[in-house]
């Protein structure tokens, strides 16, 4: 019992297992691919004699075939694996509701458009962006809570259906239960319903602050810039009439010496 991981939490041991799977299956199809031609690639440089060296080509080919054919098997089992480890791994995690810190291991439930807000929110201000991820955790639990809620539901509704299909017995007690979980079931789906949708909502406030706090940086700085080019303006100005005036009290000697 003391080995189980903890409900919900993320081990060590589970961030090392997942370095070993982003790997592990590209390696084992390169090794399993080239482990077979290399000898005879070997042999067929060292062949003395040109039948020799064809026919060690010949068959280092035909052994990377049959390799890149086994590979590709090994690939596709280890991501099959990996697959199911990281949905069993995701659903450890929310089963006590998903926190800021676990988002990353959420990616794959993100939306294209959540993902890169995140990205560049993380990159212009880091405190929305901890906000943010902290929304999007509560729109992953809520959202998880309102599909289990659905499957849960259509169960008892088949349960509900079955019931009332049996003749033969008294099926009141049954009835009436299941009908308690089918209301318990909708009062959840309605409040996490609720619940997403205020998510969503500040997930678009966070948004809108994040561009506006952006262009509002932007416009300072454009205007910074513009005004100590405005500020070094006259500036310029002097010195290039400062110059020009240097330059005729220089050449008026000259026409008076002339």
Do not use: C, H
């Given at each position: 019992?003391?080995?189980?991981?903890?409900?919900?939490?993320?081990?060590?041991?589970?961030?090392?297992?997942?370095?070993?799977?982003?790997?592990?299956?590209?390696?084992?199809?390169?090794?399993?691919?080239?482990?077979?031609?290399?000898?005879?690639?070997?042999?067929?440089?060292?062949?003395?004699?040109?039948?020799?060296?064809?026919?060690?080509?010949?068959?280092?080919?035909?052994?990377?075939?049959?390799?890149?054919?086994?590979?590709?098997?090994?690939?596709?089992?280890?991501?099959?694996?990996?697959?199911?480890?990281?949905?069993?791994?995701?659903?450890?995690?929310?089963?006590?509701?998903?926190?800021?810190?676990?988002?990353?291991?959420?990616?794959?439930?993100?939306?294209?458009?959540?993902?890169?807000n995140l990205s560049e929110i993380q990159k212009t201000?880091?405190?929305?962006?901890?906000?943010?991820?902290?929304?999007?955790?509560?729109?992953?639990?809520?959202?998880?809570?309102?599909?289990?809620?659905?499957?849960?539901?259509l169960r008892v509704e088949r349960r509900i259906n079955?019931?009332?299909?049996?003749?033969?017995?008294?099926?009141?007690?049954?009835?009436?239960?299941?009908?308690?979980?089918?209301?318990?079931?909708?009062?959840?789906?309605?409040?996490?319903?609720?619940?997403?949708?205020?998510?969503?909502?500040?997930?678009?406030?966070?948004?809108?602050?994040?561009?506006?706090?952006?262009?509002?940086?932007?416009?300072?700085?454009?205007?910074?810039?513009?005004?100590?080019?405005?500020?070094?303006?006259?500036?310029?100005?002097?010195?290039?009439?400062?110059?020009?005036?240097?330059?005729?009290?220089?050449?008026?000697?000259?026409?008076?010496?002339?």
């Amino acid at each position: 019992m003391m080995n189980q991981p903890a409900k919900g939490k993320l081990e060590p041991s589970d961030e090392r297992r997942a370095l070993i799977l982003k790997w592990i299956p590209w390696l084992s199809f390169l090794v399993i691919s080239l482990v077979s031609p290399l000898p005879l690639l070997f042999f067929y440089l060292r062949s003395e004699s040109t039948e020799s060296a064809a026919i060690f080509l010949l068959l280092s080919l035909a052994s990377l075939g049959v390799g890149i054919l086994i590979g590709a098997v090994f690939l596709i089992l280890f991501l099959i694996y990996r697959q199911r480890w990281y949905r069993r791994l995701r659903d450890r995690l929310a089963s006590d509701g998903i926190t800021a810190s676990e988002v990353s291991w959420f990616t794959s439930e993100l939306t294209s458009e959540e993902r890169q807000n995140l990205s560049e929110i993380q990159k212009t201000n880091p405190l929305l962006a901890d906000a943010y991820a902290e929304t999007l955790a509560s729109r992953l639990t809520a959202t998880r809570i309102v599909d289990r809620s659905k499957r849960e539901l259509l169960r008892v509704e088949r349960r509900i259906n079955n019931a009332r299909r049996i003749i033969d017995a008294d099926t009141s007690a049954l009835a009436a239960e299941l009908e308690v979980d089918r209301q318990r079931l909708e009062n959840l789906k309605t409040e996490a319903t609720t619940r997403l949708a205020e998510a969503k909502a500040r997930l678009q406030t966070i948004e809108a602050a994040a561009s506006r706090s952006l262009s509002q940086s932007e416009t300072d700085l454009m205007l910074r810039r513009l005004s100590a080019a405005q500020s070094y303006l006259p500036l310029t100005i002097e010195m290039a009439e400062l110059e020009r005036q240097a330059a005729k009290e220089i050449d008026l000697p000259r026409d008076r010496s002339l």
